[in-house]
């Protein structure tokens, strides 16, 4: 299926003279014919390129590409996925603004929301990731401008019901944000469901081999910005020559609003050798995530049947609490990501992880080699107990992206792991 996608403008198009590969624009500035040809880009950013700290070729190449797999109409690459995250938010909130969050998400992002965004004058609402609709109306306040959430919690593995957070956010008249890491858009695609934002952090599956970190924003260009809530998008920008988002630029005011107000001040764009290396990773996203999948659930399976875990959380098992849910968002499977809780608690999970010889334990996730890390002493360490609860996080509790090995050796690793704990 052909996806018709609207961007900021033409970018790069290979032509059939040209390379198969896409070329790397190694360059931080494009060159103008008259100096009255960069007042009409600053003017129109949509008409050519002005700089790298804003947009470049080969990053307008992925985007086009990301846009289109997510079913959005433009996208904008970042530094990495925090940063995504956090312009995602800046780009719709100010000092005196709210927001509501699923509390079950990445633990750097927690930080990021309950502290940072905090020092900036931001209130972040946490709430249940399986909050009724009732309690999440009741989390709203006057000056709530936003709901985000997870597909795949990272490393609770909640599913996040985006169809029921939309209906809520939509009634509130607020967008909502859809964090799609783990799922990545060939699992599922949550503007489909109902997300206006989405966001990932391109670190991980879509770029699979560890070598850029990098995020993205999609704008699914379905959002009403015009709806009373959000007069930045409605009123002119004195700080870009009175544009008019919403007007200038109908198709996208969210998008173009976030490149040419916080890209132009924070400067967080990747670089083109990092994008480069991205579409290398989207190229094969397909087949790496059957892989994957597969592989997964048949480790899930054995963890599940090994009697070592107190606890297995993986949406593929049918056992799993999110099991229907994983099956209404992603009916091709829940990603590579498995998380257990071994018998014994903290000491008992250090010394099973330590063991592996396979599994890399490492602060990453959601590589093509099987990689293991322990939460509560890494990703989530600044938590407070009381949100290592909420986030769903115990001392036992052992992150396990898997690779793609063959899974009998997968498996014969994690029998080492078991054989030191015994």
């Given at each position: 299926?052909?996806?018709?996608?609207?961007?900021?403008?033409?970018?790069?198009?290979?032509?059939?003279?040209?390379?198969?590969?896409?070329?790397?624009?190694?360059?931080?500035?494009?060159?103008?014919?008259?100096?009255?040809?960069?007042?009409?880009?600053?003017?129109?950013?949509?008409?050519?390129?002005?700089?790298?700290?804003?947009?470049?070729?080969?990053?307008?190449?992925?985007?086009?590409?990301?846009?289109?797999?997510?079913?959005?109409?433009?996208?904008?690459?970042?530094?990495?996925?925090?940063?995504?995250s956090l312009l995602s938010l800046l780009n719709i909130l100010q000092a005196g603004d709210s927001f509501i969050?699923?509390?079950?998400?990445?633990?750097?992002?927690?930080?990021?929301?309950?502290?940072?965004?905090?020092?900036?004058?931001?209130?972040?609402?946490?709430?249940?990731?399986?909050?009724?609709?009732?309690?999440?109306?009741?989390?709203?306040?006057?000056?709530?401008?936003?709901?985000?959430?997870?597909?795949?919690?990272?490393?609770?593995?909640?599913?996040?019901?985006?169809?029921?957070?939309?209906?809520?956010?939509?009634?509130?008249?607020?967008?909502?944000?859809?964090?799609?890491?783990?799922?990545?858009?060939?699992?599922?695609?949550?503007?489909?469901?109902?997300?206006?934002?989405?966001?990932?952090?391109?670190?991980?599956?879509?770029?699979?081999?560890?070598?850029?970190?990098?995020?993205?924003?999609?704008?699914?260009?379905?959002?009403?910005?015009?709806?009373?809530?959000?007069?930045?998008?409605?009123?002119?920008?004195?700080?870009?020559?009175?544009?008019?988002?919403?007007?200038?630029?109908?198709f996208a005011p969210y998008i173009v609003k976030a490149r040419m107000q916080l890209m132009r001040d924070f400067?967080?764009?990747?670089?083109?050798?990092?994008?480069?290396?991205?579409?290398?990773?989207?190229?094969?996203?397909?087949?790496?995530?059957?892989?994957?999948?597969?592989?997964?659930?048949?480790?899930?399976?054995?963890?599940?049947?090994?009697?070592?875990?107190?606890?297995?959380?993986?949406?593929?098992?049918?056992?799993?609490?999110?099991?229907?849910?994983?099956?209404?968002?992603?009916?091709?499977?829940?990603?590579?990501?498995?998380?257990?809780?071994?018998?014994?608690?903290?000491?008992?999970?250090?010394?099973?992880?330590?063991?592996?010889?396979?599994?890399?334990?490492?602060?990453?996730?959601?590589?093509?080699?099987?990689?293991v890390l322990h939460p509560a002493s890494a990703t989530h360490r600044q938590l407070t107990d009381e949100q290592?609860?909420?986030?769903?996080?115990?001392?036992?509790?052992?992150?396990?992206?898997?690779?793609?090995?063959?899974?009998?050796?997968?498996?014969?690793?994690?029998?080492?792991?078991?054989?030191?704990?015994?």
């Amino acid at each position: 299926m052909k996806i018709e996608t609207q961007c900021l403008h033409e970018g790069y198009k290979p032509k059939n003279s040209e390379p198969r590969v896409m070329p790397i624009v190694q360059s931080t500035t494009y060159v103008y014919d008259k100096t009255s040809d960069v007042a009409d880009v600053f003017d129109d950013p949509t008409k050519s390129l002005i700089y790298s700290r804003f947009e470049n070729p080969t990053t307008d190449c992925v985007e086009k590409k990301i846009a289109a797999l997510e079913g959005g109409v433009a996208a904008m690459c970042t530094s990495s996925g925090q940063a995504a995250s956090l312009l995602s938010l800046l780009n719709i909130l100010q000092a005196g603004d709210s927001f509501i969050s699923a509390a079950t998400i990445y633990g750097g992002t927690i930080n990021l929301f309950a502290y940072t965004l905090k020092k900036l004058g931001i209130e972040c609402i946490f709430v249940d990731a399986d909050a009724s609709e009732e309690e999440l109306n009741a989390a709203f306040k006057p000056n709530t401008k936003a709901v985000f959430g997870e597909t795949l919690a990272n490393p609770a593995l909640t599913v996040l019901d985006i169809e029921k957070f939309a209906k809520v956010a939509h009634a509130n008249g607020v967008p909502l944000i859809i964090d799609n890491t783990f799922a990545t858009p060939y699992l599922c695609r949550p503007i489909e469901w109902g997300a206006d934002i989405v966001v990932h952090s391109t670190t991980k599956y879509m770029d699979g081999h560890a070598v850029q970190g990098g995020g993205v924003i999609v704008d699914s260009g379905k959002f009403d910005w015009a709806n009373g809530k959000f007069p930045e998008f409605t009123e002119p920008d004195e700080s870009y020559h009175g544009t008019i988002y919403t007007k200038a630029y109908p198709f996208a005011p969210y998008i173009v609003k976030a490149r040419m107000q916080l890209m132009r001040d924070f400067g967080c764009y990747p670089a083109a050798h990092s994008s480069f290396l991205l579409n290398l990773g989207l190229e094969t996203l397909a087949v790496r995530m059957d892989r994957y999948c597969e592989n997964a659930l048949k480790v899930a399976k054995y963890f599940e049947n090994s009697g070592m875990c107190e606890s297995v959380n993986y949406p593929g098992l049918e056992s799993d609490k999110y099991y229907e849910l994983g099956k209404k968002y992603m009916p091709k499977g829940t990603s590579g990501v498995i998380s257990i809780s071994i018998k014994g608690g903290r000491d008992a999970a250090v010394k099973f992880m330590d063991a592996l010889e396979l599994a890399s334990n490492e602060v990453h996730v959601a590589d093509i080699r099987t990689c293991v890390l322990h939460p509560a002493s890494a990703t989530h360490r600044q938590l407070t107990d009381e949100q290592l609860v909420a986030a769903g996080i115990d001392g036992g509790l052992v992150r396990f992206s898997v690779g793609l090995e063959n899974v009998d050796d997968i498996i014969a690793d994690i029998e080492k792991g078991f054989a030191a704990i015994r």
